[in-house]
């Protein structure tokens, strides 16, 4: 078998004419300066030091796979292959990784999927050089089109023209692999096909405790390099880090939110940072068995981080804040496509057993779309009352969420205030609306 096949040599040709052009025409002057810039940054000491150690640990592992019989020299194309396009780009996409709830679980299983077998099939079989060699552009322009139309809604139409062209393209070459499968069974059952078909995927299962690895030492790193702006104390920051890596050990989850609350807490004493190691314990387990709350109270924070998920505002973890106050907060999600886009928010607030204060922030910057956020306000605002205190809306809150003004509405031992705050900057016309359900003390 030859090297490389037509389809793998037409992405080469392309490679090369792409290189040159950038390489000779005076109109890339910017992009041969940026990929400098990126140069240098890719030769930094500590991604040197990673890319090292993933080498060594994949090198590993084909020696292992050797001496099992299940890796032979054949199998180096395919290996430095899938060292450049999955296992290297898996290593720069650490960041977005570790933002993946089920990253590791989901490669388990795309490996897995009957999509994978088909993927196989279609790459096995390929066209001759002269149309790979027209193939390769028309998909890279196809696929870059449709990335433009996803952009914007007004090009909704001509996006789901190019998904059904590609579609068709797709279903094409899903014939005629298998057609040339049956047809030509005899040279697709070979060893050599065998150990082309499961070495990549066995290879990114073997990867994935490194990328695990790498990503609990960048947690820790991050974690740890905070340290220094909020703990002054040599000894201490080292006492930290021993105890974080030995109470914590590979549970990044529990870092990470040590670390977001870090300048929140009291960081003067080893008392005092063992002591919020356990509030972290303490935490989780009250979010596994959220503790029972009496309505006249309040709500149970761990219920009222869930209030508003419908409407998409999740809110992060329930932590302290400063003193006995407990805070959580959902992202901001932006309402328009403005420059400055409308938005809105959502908080939890009160003490760390009970939440006293649920409060929506909308934000106007463009009046254009203003609308949209206004509906999407009052969407929100009916959820939380049924949810929290299974109430309607009333048609004079209705009002007040649109024309604003502070007013104030009394719904028995609960208060639900409509507040309007106007930007202070002299030429905006924007504001602020909130929306804020507690508790009468």
Not at 6 to 29: C, D, G, H, T
Not at 58 to 73: A, D, P
Not at 289 to 310: D, H, M, T
């Amino acid at each position: 078998m030859d090297i490389l096949n037509s389809r793998e040599w037409a992405y080469v040709i392309w490679f090369i004419i792409f290189v040159i052009f950038i390489v000779l025409s005076s109109k890339m002057k910017k992009v041969r300066e940026s990929f400098r810039s990126l140069l240098k940054a890719f030769f930094r000491k500590k991604i040197i030091s990673i890319l090292s150690l993933m080498i060594i640990y994949i090198s590993t592992v084909v020696y292992i796979l050797c001496k099992l019989n299940l890796w032979e020299f054949h199998q180096l194309k395919n290996t430095i292959v899938w060292f450049l396009f999955v296992g290297s780009v898996s290593l720069f996409r650490i960041n977005s990784i570790k933002k993946e709830s089920h990253f590791f679980r989901n490669s388990i299983i795309d490996n897995l999927k009957l999509v994978a077998i088909i993927q196989f099939i279609v790459g096995f079989y390929t066209f001759s050089l002269f149309i790979e060699l027209l193939i390769v552009p028309f998909i890279v322009l196809l696929a870059g089109m449709i990335a433009v139309s996803q952009a914007d809604k007004k090009f909704h139409l001509l996006e789901n023209i190019l998904n059904g062209i590609l579609a068709i393209f797709g279903l094409i070459l899903i014939m005629y692999s298998i057609i040339m499968l049956i047809t030509h069974f005899t040279e697709y059952a070979t060893k050599q096909t065998f150990y082309d078909f499961y070495i990549p995927p066995l290879l990114t299962l073997m990867y994935l405790p490194f990328i695990y690895i790498v990503i609990v030492f960048i947690t820790y790193e991050d974690t740890f390099a905070r340290l220094h702006f909020f703990i002054k104390d040599a000894k201490l920051r080292h006492f930290t880090k021993f105890y974080l890596i030995f109470n914590f050990r590979l549970r990044i989850k529990l870092v990470d939110r040590w670390g977001s609350i870090l300048q929140n807490q009291d960081n003067s004493s080893r008392e005092e940072i063992k002591k919020s190691v356990k509030q972290i314990f303490k935490m989780i387990t009250a979010e596994k068995n959220p503790p029972l709350v009496r309505i006249q109270e309040g709500w149970s924070p761990y219920l009222a981080k869930q209030f508003l998920e419908s409407e998409g505002l999740k809110t992060g973890y329930y932590h302290p804040i400063k003193n006995a106050e407990w805070s959580a907060i959902s992202p901001i999600i932006d309402l328009s496509k403005d420059l400055i886009p409308n938005s809105i928010s959502y908080f939890v607030d009160g003490t760390e057993t009970v939440a006293k204060s649920l409060e929506l922030i909308m934000s106007i910057y463009s009046h254009q779309s203003a609308l949209i956020a206004h509906n999407k306000l009052l969407s929100c605002v009916k959820t939380l009352l049924n949810n929290a205190l299974n109430l309607e809306i009333t048609s004079n809150i209705e009002k007040a969420l649109f024309k604003g003004g502070n007013q104030a509405f009394k719904f028995g031992r609960f208060i639900a205030k409509v507040e309007k705050d106007d930007f202070p900057l002299a030429n905006s016309t924007g504001y602020h609306i909130k929306f804020i359900l507690s508790k009468v003390e």
